[in-house]
């Protein structure tokens, strides 16, 4: 039943509205004419005239000439309307005014210095860009010449260093070779003196080569293999695993002073003596003349080159201060 009036209810709404809708398009949305602007004036063919039916002939009989006397002059009257329209003014308008054609070119004129702007920003910006790159690539080229300069220089150096290393390795040969030749040299002295062996071997010392390590006016017996021979009374060195080149130089003695200084020595490798101080152990003076001398003479000591020491040897040099 509920279901039943629903439907009817729709069903009766919608024919209600259209029925409204019918009667709004055939009657209610009409347009209202447009009446012309102005007074409206009643059709006539002249100013005088009575009466308030409208005659049926639209177009008035002539008037036969009589004469009579012209009509009174009535003054304020308003002169006859026509029913024919009157024609609409023609309002002339214009979309733009004179002004308009100035600006206009002023218009183009600056469009046209916005355009040769913007081009000539844009062939600036090629100009620097261009510029950019030759920086970048001689900056390149400058880079690649300073690799190849390093790279000689790095070339030259490594040549250099090893023809030094060769030099001092042939210098190391041949200090190597004298000392060979000056061992075999003691050997043969020391075999021509019968009784001063202790031993059958042929070689005695502790520097690792071949001989007998000493001095060849030296005691057999002395555990002492540096110096030269003379015991107390004369100088000798101690610097564990290098060899002096040449003699150990002489300290200066003009005066009638005695004694035995020791100097502690610092040896780098290429064999020169780096630091010279007296040491209080072993020596039995301290007079400051024959410390001075002593360690003159130690400064110029020489021993032998050796790159694979130690960066500095430490060792002593003991000088013997006698009387003639």
Not at 74 to 83: G, H
Not at 155 to 164: D, I, S
Not at 255 to 269: A, F, H, L, T
Request: without cysteine; glycine residues 8%; hydrophobic residues 25%.
């Amino acid at each position: 039943m509920e279901d039943r009036d629903r439907r009817y209810g729709i069903i009766g709404s919608a024919i209600f509205h259209g029925v409204i809708l019918l009667l709004l398009m055939f009657f209610g949305l009409t347009t209202m004419p447009q009446e012309e602007e102005g007074i409206l004036v009643n059709f006539g063919d002249t100013v005088l005239g009575q009466g308030e039916v409208e005659p049926k002939e639209s177009v008035a009989k002539p008037v036969e000439q009589q004469n009579t006397p012209p009509p009174p002059k009535v003054e304020n009257i308003p002169e006859p309307k026509t029913s024919e329209p009157e024609p609409e003014e023609k309002v002339e308008t214009q979309d733009y005014d004179e002004a308009p054609v100035v600006k206009t070119a002023e218009q183009k004129k600056k469009e046209q210095e916005e355009k040769d702007r913007i081009e000539r920003e844009r062939k600036q910006r090629e100009e620097q860009e261009r510029i950019e790159r030759e920086k970048e690539i001689e900056r390149q080229k400058e880079l690649e010449r300073q690799r190849q300069i390093e790279a000689e220089k790095e070339a030259q150096r490594q040549k250099e260093l090893a023809e030094q290393r060769a030099r001092e390795e042939a210098a190391r040969k041949k200090q190597e070779e004298q000392d060979r030749q000056a061992a075999e040299a003691r050997n043969r002295v020391t075999g021509a003196f019968s009784g001063k062996g202790t031993g059958d071997s042929s070689s005695e010392g502790d520097t690792g080569g071949s001989g007998n390590q000493g001095h060849i006016t030296g005691d057999p017996n002395s555990k002492n293999r540096s110096g030269d021979g003379k015991g107390d009374s004369g100088s000798g060195f101690d610097l564990q695993g290098r060899s002096l080149v040449g003699s150990l130089p002489k300290p200066q003695h003009n005066s009638n002073k005695e004694g035995i200084v020791v100097i502690k020595i610092v040896v780098d490798r290429n064999g020169y003596v780096t630091s010279a101080e007296f040491q209080m152990k072993g020596s039995n003076t301290q007079d400051r003349e024959l410390v001075a001398n002593a360690k003159a003479a130690a400064k110029r000591a020489k021993f032998n080159a050796d790159k694979t020491a130690n960066a500095y040897a430490q060792g002593t040099i003991t000088y013997h201060f006698v009387l003639d």
